[in-house]
């Protein structure tokens, strides 16, 4: 009768094995997702600063505020004065010169004479 013979099983297989049927994180796998969260910390810390300068950018060197600003500008032009025009003077992005007008125009500072023109009413 012929022996059997005896399989030689490596240790390191059978931990591997083990580790990925259970889910056990190895070292490498924690190593990993520490550089990840070092990633997004980074990328977190920058997008952070980025919102501090802009937020500091937005008021003028007079200290005035955006949409302070927004009316000054308006108010120079007795006859009114275009958007694009408005835009160009301030250098403020098209969206949040739309929501200062917006609130400009609900607190009834500034008056719509028509599509993308706005006068300061006269009181």
Do not use: W
């Not at 949040?96 to 028509?114: T, V």
């Not at 599509?115 to 009181?123: L, M, N, S």
């Amino acid at each position: 009768m012929a022996a059997k013979k005896k399989k030689n099983h490596n240790l390191n297989a059978l931990v591997r094995v083990f580790l990925r049927e259970y889910n056990i994180p190895t070292k490498k796998d924690v190593d990993r997702l520490i550089a990840r969260i070092d990633r997004l910390e980074r990328l977190l810390r920058h997008d952070i600063e980025h919102r501090r300068l802009k937020r500091t950018q937005t008021k003028s060197a007079g200290g005035k505020a955006a949409s302070d600003e927004v009316l000054s500008v308006i108010q120079e032009f007795k006859d009114g004065v275009q958007f694009a025009k408005i835009q160009d003077i301030t250098g403020f992005e098209e969206k949040k010169l739309r929501n200062i007008i917006y609130r400009l125009h609900k607190f009834k500072k500034i008056k719509r004479i028509n599509r993308g023109t706005y006068i300061v009413p006269q009181e």
